[in-house]
């Protein structure tokens, strides 16, 4: 069971407060959480899972991405009290005792990222394309990943990463 | 950053329209949030209570294949919708516009009546359902009535929905059979700058335009048809120079009637001028379709 920190707002009377319980990657996670807190203010700050990056705020730019019961949700713009029941995954749950998921291995193999803001995002959303197609064609990888923006530009390694991730999966 | 709300969670429509009518402006309906929650976050709404639908039953798609009649429940998701066996396979046009729809991630989460409800200007929903003469369905408030697109997105994020009402479904006609029908729009990330459709009912015998229906959206307040494009059309030969002409006369007709707005997307000259050229490319895209043998 994890506990999660940042209750402070908890006993302000003025701040309505929902119970949850999630299972975040494979832990269960009770919490009261305020009822405009965000998914990824939750993940961040109340449970220190800090792969999810805050970047466009805006659902934009899938630096936030995480999958809740399996799809991919902007967690920027998400209430963290609809996660309640759910099961939630974030780049932090993959490894699997110190190996890397495969989907991670591939992008470390082709030398996927340049700065690395965006890359849990794009590995979230390459679970969840994998999942739904799991030898997508090019076509495919593109509509699922144009919605996650690299901002160093690097789109043509994490195009062969998903491809090799779908060969490995 | 959002401000802290108190959360409704009613379980039926007649509850729902309780809260909203009690607490009036002070309340706005929450579902998939894609819309909402962005406008919140950046301090253009605020409203001190959230009354949450999503525990009303109000999900899911159903085909009547006697009426010819697809019926979506309010809180559908976009991605619902367009993994649907059913709208992929009679309602095509639906289907593609779907998975062309913001990002994967919005898809998953946003609603079909939310995004009616929000009329966001820039929907590509509501400019597709104008094209299949689709209806809404309104509970709450003094019981139920049905609205056609038109009577319900009416300008930029209004809609006729009263205080106390709320979309239960959308009912939406399949197309006469051997219809084509297509939408293309242009986009810079997320949100398209214009977007127009096209369907075209074939003859009898196949060679002219039974009917047309043309609709743009994006550009301007709200999405609308085009009568002065669909007259042009109706009668006009599906293929050959006289296809040519009457589709650029539809182009000019939608070029006059889409009452576009200058923003960050584009200036109105640009868009109207967009207009023009996506309407003829939708109608190509429609004709084509007829020809492959059409409906949806």
Do not use: W
């Amino acid at each position: 069971m994890i506990r999660p920190a940042g209750a402070a707002e908890i006993g302000d009377a003025s701040v309505e407060t929902v119970a949850i319980e999630a299972e975040i990657n494979r832990r269960r996670v009770r919490a009261a959480v305020p009822t405009h807190r965000t998914l990824l203010d939750f993940l961040r700050d109340g449970l220190s899972l800090t792969a999810a990056k805050r970047a466009c705020d805006v659902q934009v730019c899938g630096a936030c991405t995480v999958l809740v019961d399996g799809l991919p949700v902007s967690a920027c713009t998400y209430l963290a009290f609809e996660i309640n029941g759910k099961t939630v995954e974030t780049c932090e749950g993959l490894a699997r005792d110190g190996a890397l998921h495969p989907i991670q291995q591939a992008f470390v193999d082709a030398g996927a990222l340049q700065c690395g803001y965006c890359t849990p995002g794009m590995i979230m959303i390459t679970k969840a394309l994998l999942a739904d197609h799991p030898r997508p064609s090019v076509q495919q990888i593109k509509d699922y990943l144009h919605g996650n923006l690299c901002r160093c530009t690097g789109y043509k390694k994490i195009l062969d990463a998903v491809l090799a991730a779908a060969e490995t999966e | 950053m959002l401000q802290p709300f108190h959360l409704h969670e009613p379980a039926t429509v007649d509850e729902a329209s309780g809260i909203l009518r009690r607490l009036g402006d002070e309340a706005r309906i929450y579902a998939g949030g894609t819309e909402l929650l962005l406008a919140m976050k950046q301090g253009l709404l605020r409203y001190p209570h959230l009354v949450n639908i999503k525990r009303i039953p109000l999900e899911g798609i159903s085909f009547d294949e006697t009426a010819g009649r697809l019926r979506i429940g309010a809180t559908t998701t976009h991605r619902a919708v367009e993994r649907s066996e059913v709208v992929g396979g009679r309602f095509p046009m639906l289907a593609s516009m779907e998975r062309h729809l913001a990002n994967v991630r919005v898809r998953a989460v946003g609603t079909i009546g939310g995004n009616l409800s929000f009329a966001e200007p820039h929907s590509d929903l509501a400019s597709v359902l104008l094209l299949y003469n689709a209806t809404a369905t309104i509970g709450g408030g003094s019981g139920r009535r049905t609205a056609g697109i038109p009577d319900l997105v009416v300008d930029a994020y209004t809609t006729t929905l009263a205080a106390d009402e709320l979309l239960i479904e959308v009912e939406v006609p399949a197309l006469p059979r051997g219809a084509g029908a297509a939408y293309r729009k242009f986009a810079f990330f997320e949100r398209p700058s214009v977007g127009v459709g096209a369907v075209l009912v074939p003859s009898a015998a196949g060679d002219t335009v039974e009917e047309a229906r043309v609709a743009v959206g994006c550009v301007g307040p709200a999405p609308r048809r085009v009568a002065d494009a669909e007259t042009a059309l109706k009668g006009a030969p599906l293929r050959g120079t006289a296809f040519e002409r009457a589709t650029a006369e539809a182009a000019a007709a939608v070029r006059r009637a889409c009452d576009p707005v200058d923003d960050l997307y584009g200036s109105a000259e640009y868009k109207r001028h967009l207009a023009g050229v996506f309407t003829q490319r939708a109608l190509v895209a429609a004709r084509d379709h007829v020809a492959a043998g059409g409906s949806g």
